[in-house]
Each structure stands twice: as structure tokens, then as C-alpha cells.
């Protein structure tokens, strides 16, 4: 019986660590690249629309005003120091918590509880690419849980805040 409870308390811990959303942003630089010679971005050649036209319009305005708020310029034409492109999806997952309880009449019986819940889970991520060599040389991801269809607009903004928000990467250091 204590084998069985130790193997429910790991499957739940396992449940609940793969569970856990991110709910802050990971952003992922080159660091050989000097971020203050960007001045200007375009968009990518082929950027694929989410399956929603407006939430794509949302994603697209929110982008622009995030850069133009860093000090970047929308290239009007010809090349641009930046290009950008950005991925989004909505999942279904599966989202866990646990908690533990002794009895009241036996305090030595320790009981854990796992709850489990179906979530969407949004995903937005934002990469900037080096307009002369197309390497990506700036990446971020939020993810989190996906609003009410109500809540989108404004949930997109502040995602996007969130993602823009550690960009120029501060310089490091010399050794």
C-alpha cells in the first residue's frame, strides 16, 4: 500500500511539473550581435496570419507600436536593419495542482489530493531577424493561459509589452 502512494505522489509531481505554465517571458539573443546599429524593421516575407484575420491585425499593431516605442522605424520601403515574424497558437492542456492533508483522526496519514483542470494555453513568440543575413539574432516566448475571446485585445498588448519589453538585450560586460 505505501509502494502504491509513493508511486501516486511521483505521477502526480510529474503531472504537475509538465502542467506548469511558463507565465514568463524567455528570451534567447545573440550575444556577438551589436543591437544598437538596428534602427529600422519590415516585416518577413511570408509572415503566416493566425486563423483569426483581427487577432492577426491586434498581433501585427501591437508589434509595431511595441518597436517604435524601443526607438525602431518602420522601414517604408527597400531593406530594413530587422526583419520580424511572429508565431502564435492556442492548446488545450492539462493543468494540475496538489495538495496535501493530514487526517483528523490519524495525524500520521498524509493524503495528497491532485485536481486536474483542462486549460488553453496561448503561445506568442516574437523573432527578429538581421535584415542583411536573415539569421534570427532575437527571440522571445510568453506563454500563458489563453483569455476569454473578450479579453483578447487587451491580452495581446500586454503579452506583447511582455515580449518586447527585454529588448535591446543589455550589453555585457567585457572580460
Do not use: C
Not at 2 to 14: E, T
Not at 21 to 32: A, E, G, I
Not at 108 to 121: A, G, H, Q, W, Y
Not at 130 to 157: C, F, K, Q, Y
Request: charged share 30%.
Amino acid at each position: 500500500m505505501k509502494v502504491l502512494r509513493v508511486v501516486l505522489v511521483f505521477v502526480a509531481l510529474s503531472l504537475i511539473a509538465e502542467a506548469q505554465v511558463l507565465k514568463t517571458v524567455k528570451v534567447n539573443y545573440d550575444d556577438k550581435v551589436d543591437f544598437s546599429r538596428y534602427k529600422t524593421f519590415a516585416w518577413s516575407e511570408g509572415q503566416e496570419s493566425v486563423s483569426n484575420p483581427a487577432n492577426h491585425i491586434r498581433i501585427t499593431r501591437a508589434v509595431e507600436r511595441e518597436l517604435a516605442a524601443k526607438g525602431l522605424l518602420m522601414a517604408e520601403t527597400g531593406s530594413a536593419d530587422l526583419r520580424v515574424r511572429y508565431h502564435a497558437k492556442i492548446e488545450k492542456k492539462l493543468k494540475s495542482s496538489s495538495r496535501q492533508e493530514s487526517s483528523s483522526w490519524d495525524q500520521n496519514n498524509l493524503r495528497t489530493m491532485v485536481d486536474l483542470s483542462r486549460v488553453e494555453e496561448g503561445t506568442l513568440i516574437l523573432e527578429l531577424s538581421d535584415g542583411a543575413s536573415g539569421e534570427v539574432v532575437w527571440r522571445a516566448v510568453n506563454v500563458d493561459v489563453a483569455p476569454r475571446s473578450d479579453l483578447v485585445p487587451e491580452a495581446i498588448d500586454k503579452w506583447m509589452k511582455k515580449i518586447v519589453a527585454p529588448y535591446p538585450p543589455k550589453a555585457k560586460p567585457a572580460p
